[in-house]
Each structure stands twice: as structure tokens, then as C-alpha cells.
């Protein structure tokens, strides 16, 4: 397996993480069960695979948000914790350009450049979670701790109530 930015930084923290390599179907919307088809793959359960979004606010700052990936995220509590009036998604032909990373092998580690991060606080309910390692088809398991650690993110609540 080809180490990936996000592993390299990882090993320069000294943070233990386990890298799981699946067959990537190229399928990434998450209404069309990507999430269960990769915890699947994994053998973990849906809500520890979490998910990279990455934003841009009023001002034009890029800003990544994390969570779980069987939740939906909540724009006016990912504006709030930001202290941003709005933020739209980076559009997918930017992502690229502005991260190093196309979508469904977006990871919060090893962008272009270090920009705030905000992770869900469900992630701190489980032992071990999933983020991308920044290829489709690799993922990393570590403790939500030591991703937070390695990504200096603001632990908070991002989920959409329904």
C-alpha cells in the first residue's frame, strides 16, 4: 500500500492507525448508502465512518467539517461554530485545487494547507473511527482523539436533528 499524505503525518505524530484497503465502486453519494457499503467493507459500523466536507464561507475561508457519515450536517450549526454568517460546499472541480484531494477520497489530514477543522462530537462515542487517507478506496481507523489531536479540529455539534 502507498503511504498517503495523511499517513505520513500521522507517523511523523507517532499516531497508531490502521489502514483497511476496499474495492471502491466509484459510488460516493451518500443517499445511495455509500456509508453502509464502506463500513461494510471495513467491518465497522455505519456511524463510525466518518466523512470530510469541506466549505467555504462569506469571507472565501475554506473550512473542513467532519461527522459521521450516516448524519447530515447542520449548516446554521456549522456557520455558529465557525463564527461565519454563511457557507456553501466547495464545488467538486475545487476540491482538488484547494485540498490535494478529489471527492470520495477527501481526508481532514494532509491538505494543500492546514485550515480550521471541526469535527462532530458524536465521534468521541466511539473507540475507533474511519476518515478517508486520502484515496478512494483506503481508509484509516484511529481513535477520535488522536484525529483530533492531529488535525488541532474544534470538537462540536454538527448533526441535523430530523
Known sequence: MKKTNAMRILDKLNIPYEASEYDDDGEHKLEHGAAAMTA???????????????FKSDSKEVLVFCQSAVSEINLKKARTVAGV???TPVKEQELLGLTGYIR?????????KQYRTFIDESALL???????AGVR???LKLSPQDLIKATEATVCDLVLEK
Not at 104 to 112: A, I
Open 40 to 54: 461494510q467493507k471495513l467491518g465497522v459500523n455505519p456511524e463510525q465512518v466518518f466523512k470530510t466536507i469541506v
Open 85 to 87: 454568517k454563511e457557507v
Open 104 to 112: 470520495g477520497g477527501c481526508s481532514p489530514l494532509g491538505m494543500k
Open 126 to 132: 466511539q473507540d475507533v473511527i474511519c476518515v478517508s
Open 137 to 139: 478506496g483506503t481508509q
